[in-house]
């Protein structure tokens, strides 16, 4: 593991700055900054004691006497282990980027206000989530203000470095709607068909945008697609692109940002969805079921989960949560296991406003002129005077894009702008399901992200459901997949309630990973897949031609499989010809004889993710065998160009680790990364590169149920817990999930316990 101390360079630097020789080195700020995570504290707020238990890892066991306290001390634990996560992501997902970077942030703030959700926060809204969402949502917003409150000025390191303070936290904020992207993904999509429907024709532009499930594309009358413009288009582009925002230092460590600032990225998540799969008792050794959950995300630092027990009267519930939503959002209460993967969902249109042209803040509905409301934003911008945000909103949503030439107004209407679509606070439910029927039950209450929803309970029953907030379009042609007028001809219908669903199916086995979910003879599309279903398959021939009587060993294996379905199909392409060039046939035979497992010391798998890039597989599916030849041969010369550029010239070093790295850069100075590591899967392989956090319920031994988190439960440099896990997840290794008291007590490492103020 690399130091954590300053390196010589480092040092360098600070010698040619006075002020900068002045100041304490990171290592030393980092450590001084630290929470207390031992002893006893009395804290405001807090009603009853409440005991806090760390485990060898960082995992706190929350113990709590009442609901309020519970969430109480989620939020103070978070805010302990990931402050700065907490309000840099509060800062992005509210739109408030500019408030840290300046004018440059301005372009996110806009587009994310316009589209967001702008209430009305009542009974609706809260009671969507959980009964008691108000108390709960409450209690976690009180416990990281107490949080923020005890700490004073020895707040996390990175607010010493930059000079911030947090806000106080409020309840509503923790409701905001992060997926901004989502929906404007598919209002660019949107856009782009009807531009291509306008050039081309429905006919060819359907053929070329090939669907998944394929269908006829009917074209919605009353929008002249011609009108749609890389303009109006462009409107929906402005998120912030990044994690953090990188923060101005203070003066002392300013002359270090940039010097110090790790600009790689890393090897991309090219499988950015989940795997999870759950059996019945019938094929696992213990007679009960088990399941595994495998949520897929970009590779970050801090990681992207967190992992949590919370123990109260009524709750029971150990898993992954993200810093800012309470709870636990996967994971078992020893009644029901339940995990999620991604599932495509089209939950936004784009619809054509008619303008009135003696009225711009009219448009027209059924034959008649109504007017557009206002909600007037105001955005602060560091450095220069805050702007003034109008977004007019539609009966439909609000508006990105005027055509004041043509009287029109283009609005995204989505998800974001219904009420109970802030994303995972729903699972508050699922962490108090009693089995999985009763998961399945509660799925209606778990609308945001669209999800396939995976569930196994100690009474042996497996079930699937897709949780989503889908539309029910009405209108001749109206499918989501092109804008639509807004003059009343096609409308929502409330939200669908006909998702894809299973009940301990005759197979013995659920699987899903991002794929096509529509049963044959299913009705409207949820969604058009473009995906690949690589992961699937194997999951599901993994455990087709498996030993049928699994272990939480054998599905750590299927978890940690390599196996690159892809290779298998693109692998003939490279038999039965030769090359006359010399170093293209010695690649050509290194992936002939290859394994097709995507190991990070692999030299073939190198060749061939390589050879991917330069390769388009759609082409390759239709072509002749002699034009696949060549268009093989071509791409392999590519790739070994690129190799040699990357990797030297010498073919024996060539190793796919290279290309397949996982960068743990810190969002502000150098001092804090983590050592970039090279990794074994990707490649929309089972291991893939984002599995990040991952776990495995075995209801014959819910202590033995195990786990894997990576680099670190800490957000603060520093920490024992910072990076502690990287090495062994890198290399697969899991860990037993402690969940009994009596094995939480025997693991424990550091005890913290919140009593109340005396009044």
């Known amino acids: 593991m690399k130091s954590k101390i300053l390196t010589a360079s480092v040092l360098a630097l600070f010698a040619f700055q006075a002020p900068v020789q002045a100041a304490e080195d990171f290592a030393s700020l980092a450590k001084a900054s630290l929470a207390t995570v031992n002893g006893t504290l009395k804290i405001p707020g807090v009603k009853d004691q409440i005991e806090i238990r760390r485990d060898?890892?960082?995992?706190?066991?929350?113990?709590?006497?009442?609901?309020?306290?519970?969430?109480?001390?989620?939020?103070?634990?978070?805010?302990?282990?990931?402050?700065?996560?907490?309000?840099?992501?509060?800062?992005?997902?509210?739109?408030?980027?500019?408030?840290?970077?300046?004018?440059a942030g301005l372009p996110h703030d806009k587009l994310v206000r316009t589209l967001t959700f702008h209430g009305p926060y009542d009974d609706g809204e809260w009671t969507n989530y959980h009964p008691e969402a108000r108390l709960i949502l409450g209690a976690y917003a009180d416990g990281v203000n107490a949080f923020i409150r005890q700490a004073g000025d020895n707040l996390p390191v990175e607010f010493k470095i930059t000079g911030r303070k947090p806000a106080y936290w409020k309840p509503e904020e923790i409701l905001t709607r992060a997926r901004v992207s989502a929906a404007v993904a598919s209002g660019?999509?949107?856009?782009?068909?009807?531009?291509?429907?306008?050039?081309?024709?429905?006919?060819?532009?359907?053929?070329?945008?090939?669907?998944?499930?394929?269908?006829?594309?009917?074209?919605?009358?009353?929008?002249?697609?011609?009108?749609?413009?890389?303009?109006?288009?462009?409107?929906?582009?402005?998120?912030?692109?990044?994690?953090?925002?990188?923060?101005?230092?203070?003066?002392?460590?300013?002359?270090?940002?940039?010097?110090?600032?790790t600009t790689e990225q890393g090897a991309p998540e090219l499988a950015p969805g989940s795997n999870n799969f759950a059996v019945r008792g019938s094929m696992t050794k213990s007679g009960l079921a088990m399941m595994a959950d495998d949520p897929h995300r970009q590779v970050t630092l801090p990681a992207w989960r967190y992992v949590i027990h919370l123990s109260a009267p009524g709750w029971d519930v150990i898993g992954a949560t993200e810093p800012g939503l309470p709870g636990v959002i996967r994971g078992h209460n020893g009644r029901v296991a339940w995990g999620r993967t991604a599932t495509g969902t089209d939950e936004a249109d784009v619809f054509v406003e008619t303008v009135n042209p003696a009225d711009p803040n009219q448009v027209m509905w059924n034959g008649s002129w109504e007017p557009l409301s206002t909600i007037t934003e105001v955005i602060n911008v560091k450095g220069e005077a805050p702007q003034y945000l109008d977004v007019k909103v539609s009966r439909h949503g609000p508006v990105f894009y005027r055509d004041t030439k043509n009287n029109l107004a283009y609005v995204l209407k989505s998800s974001l702008q219904e009420q109970g679509t802030a994303e995972y606070i729903g699972a508050l439910r699922l962490d108090q399901a009693s089995g999985a029927s009763d998961c399945i039950e509660m799925a209606k209450f778990v609308k945001s992200p669209p999800t396939n929803l995976v569930c196994a309970d100690s009474a042996g029953n497996i079930a699937f459901k897709a949780t989503i907030a889908a539309p029910n379009r009405s209108g001749v042609g109206f499918n989501g997949r092109l804008p639509v007028p807004g003059t009343g001809a096609y409308e929502w219908a409330g939200l669908r309630t006909d998702s894809p669903s299973e009940y301990n199916p005759a197979r013995g086995y659920i699987a899903t990973a991002n794929h096509n979910i529509h049963p044959d003879g299913y009705g409207q599309p949820l969604f058009y897949n473009k995906r690949t279903s690589w992961r699937v398959d194997r999951i599901s021939k993994l455990l087709e031609t498996g030993s049928k009587k699994y272990a939480p060993a054998d599905f750590v294996k299927i978890l940690r499989d390599n196996y690159s379905t892809q290779a298998e199909v693109q692998q003939p392409n490279f038999v039965g010809w030769k090359s006359q060039n010399p170093d293209v046939e010695r690649a050509r035979a290194a992936v002939e004889k290859w394994d097709r497992v995507m190991l990070r010391t692999s030299q073939p798998a190198a060749i061939f993710a390589t050879w991917l890039k330069f390769s388009n597989e759609d082409d390759l599916a239709k072509a002749s065998a002699d034009q696949k030849r060549q268009m093989t041969e071509a791409s392999l010369v590519k790739a070994i160009e690129d190799l040699n550029k990357t990797q030297g010239s010498d073919p024996a070093k060539w190793r796919y680790?290279?290309?397949?790295?996982?960068?743990?850069?810190?969002?502000?100075?150098?001092?804090?990364?983590?050592?970039?590591?090279?990794?074994?899967?990707?490649?929309?392989?089972?291991?893939?590169?984002?599995?990040?956090?991952?776990?495995?319920?075995?209801?014959?031994?819910?202590?033995g149920s195990l786990y894997t988190i990576g680099p670190g439960q800490s957000g603060q440099p520093g920490s024992p817990h910072y990076g502690d896990l990287l090495e062994r997840w890198i290399n697969g290794t899991f860990w037993p999930l402690h969940y009994s008291r009596q094995a939480v007590v025997a693991n424990t490492k550091d005890t913290l316990v919140l009593n109340p103020v005396a009044q």
């Open 188 to 261: 660019r999509e949107e856009l782009r068909l009807a531009q291509q429907v306008a050039i081309l024709g429905a006919e060819e532009a359907n053929r070329r945008d090939n669907p998944v499930p394929y269908g006829d594309l009917v074209v919605p009358r009353g929008v002249d697609y011609k009108l749609i413009n890389d303009e109006v288009i462009n409107a929906l582009r402005g998120e912030f692109a990044g994690d953090f925002p990188a923060v101005e230092l203070l003066p002392p460590y300013k002359i270090l940002q940039n010097a110090m600032l």
């Open 657 to 703: 680790g290279i290309i397949n790295r996982s960068v743990f850069a810190h969002a502000l100075v150098k001092a804090y990364d983590l050592p970039t590591m090279e990794r074994d899967g990707g490649f929309n392989n089972v291991n893939a590169v984002g599995a990040v956090y991952r776990i495995i319920t075995d209801f014959s031994n819910l202590d």
């Open 56 to 103: 060898e890892n960082g995992v706190p066991h929350i113990y709590a006497k009442n609901t309020y306290d519970l969430f109480f001390a989620q939020g103070f634990v978070i805010a302990q282990d990931r402050l700065w996560e907490l309000e840099m992501t509060r800062h992005v997902s509210q739109g408030r980027v500019a408030e840290l970077i300046g004018p």
